[in-house]
């Protein structure tokens, strides 16, 4: 299987400060086609997770474009250009190149 | 608007079996794929595995294989998934997620999520 790992486990943010979060794969998530199998998700306090972006980079429907997805292979990351208030809850990548689909443990994002 | 609707809360007893509903609406079932996700505090968030409503293939983490069964019944656009040989290692709250059919990305719309919980 491959093991997704996150860091870090606890990001405190300062309202319109950027913040990172890392992503590393045990193996590469690059596909032959050029596709970088790594989707990110936020699920806020109470809710379930939602898709903010796909294959590495494509940002989903409706995501703020403070959020973006860069990575190679086995490193991942997904930046906020200006945290708000609404960015708070824990931030998964999963990867989807292969089954079983595995997740991260999850980045907490709280305000300071 | 796209909508999954998800069956209530259940308490099972060790060895049981659970049935988990989940409700499809808004958009044409059969061109999505429906995933298992469920979350555990100690396990995070672990796939259990999809079902292609159009092709009626499943595919399952090989952890659950023997386990778990995913079926759909497409009339009432509502897909299922099924536990067996219940454990307290099972107490987690279950979600539907869809991605596009042949595809395992892009968990777009996600169900409010099945709370099961395993108890003697």
């Known amino acids: 299987d491959i093991v997704m790992t996150q860091s870090p486990l606890s990001l405190p943010v300062t309202p319109g400060e950027p913040a990172s979060i890392s992503c590393r794969a045990s193996q590469s998530l690059l596909h032959r086609t050029g596709r970088k199998y790594l989707d990110w998700y936020l699920q806020k306090p109470g809710q379930s997770p939602q898709l903010l972006i796909y294959?590495?980079?494509i940002r989903a429907s409706g995501v703020p474009d403070r959020f973006s997805g860069s990575g190679s292979g086995t490193e991942f990351t997904l930046k906020i250009s200006r945290v708000e208030a609404e960015d708070v809850g824990i931030y998964y990548c999963?990867?989807?190149?292969?089954?079983?689909?595995?997740f991260g443990g999850g980045t907490k994002v709280e305000i300071k | 608007q796209v909508q999954l609707m998800q069956s209530g809360a259940e308490v099972k007893k060790p060895g049981a079996s659970v049935k988990v509903s989940c409700k499809a609406s808004?958009?044409?079932?059969?061109?999505?794929?429906l995933h298992w996700v469920r979350q555990t505090p100690g396990q995070g968030l672990e796939w259990l595995g999809r079902i292609n409503p159009n092709t009626d293939t499943t595919d399952s983490a090989q952890k659950f294989q023997g386990r778990v069964t995913m079926t759909k019944d497409t009339s009432i656009t509502t897909a299922y998934m099924q536990l067996s040989g219940l454990t307290s290692d099972d107490t987690a709250l279950y979600y539907c997620?869809?991605?596009?059919?042949?595809?395992?990305?892009?968990?777009?719309?996600w169900g409010q999520g099945s709370l099961v919980t395993v108890s003697s």
């Open positions: 999963l990867q989807t190149l292969q089954p079983p689909l595995t």
């Open positions: 997620a869809r991605s596009s059919e042949g595809t395992w990305y892009a968990f777009d719309y």
């Open positions: 294959l590495g980079s």
């Open positions: 808004g958009y044409i079932f059969s061109d999505y794929s």
